[in-house]
């Protein structure tokens, strides 16, 4: 999926004459395919860190050890894709390595998509037609 992402306050220069909210094209994985890798990772139960379509992914298995000052009784698996607090998405296995993990999407920071479909279609067909 492609999106677009606030990256953060425009320079003073810039924003002196008007508001300028300043975005960046990125390429988000879909929800699918970072499901699949979680539950894969989850089922390998090994430490893992790599990328996905260029955002870092970690998985920690959790362990049987209680995390500090809390009530769990066991540290759970962690999967972990993106870069906090741009965009990222947790899955926590709160509840036991065989139940449904919590799920958790930090999305703020992507604009929703308005773009109308069709006229994405026809500039891009305008763009091959002139050569570009």
């Known amino acids: 999926m492609i999106a677009k992402l606030i990256v953060g306050e425009p320079p003073e220069a810039l924003n002196e004459a ?3 909210t300043l975005t960046v094209p990125v390429v ?3 929800m699918t395919e970072i ?3 979680a539950f894969t990772l ?5 430490p893992y860190e790599a990328e996905l379509g260029g955002w870092p992914v970690s998985y920690d298995p959790g362990s049987p050890e209680p995390p500090i000052d809390s009530k769990l009784t066991f540290t759970p698996a962690l999967f972990f894709i993106g ?4 965009w990222y998405i947790s899955f926590t296995w709160e509840y036991g390595q ?3 993990p919590n799920v958790l ?7 929703p998509d308005t ?5 994405a279609v026809s500039a891009r067909t305008q763009r091959f037609n002139n050569g570009l």
């Open 18 to 20: 008007e508001e300028i």
């Open 28 to 30: 988000l994985p879909e």
């Open 35 to 37: 499901r699949k890798l």
């Open 42 to 46: 989850h089922a390998k139960g090994k």
């Open 83 to 86: 870069v906090w607090p741009i």
């Open 98 to 100: 065989d139940a449904e």
């Open 105 to 111: 999407v930090g999305d703020e920071y992507v604009v």
């Open 115 to 119: 773009r109308h479909e069709t006229l």
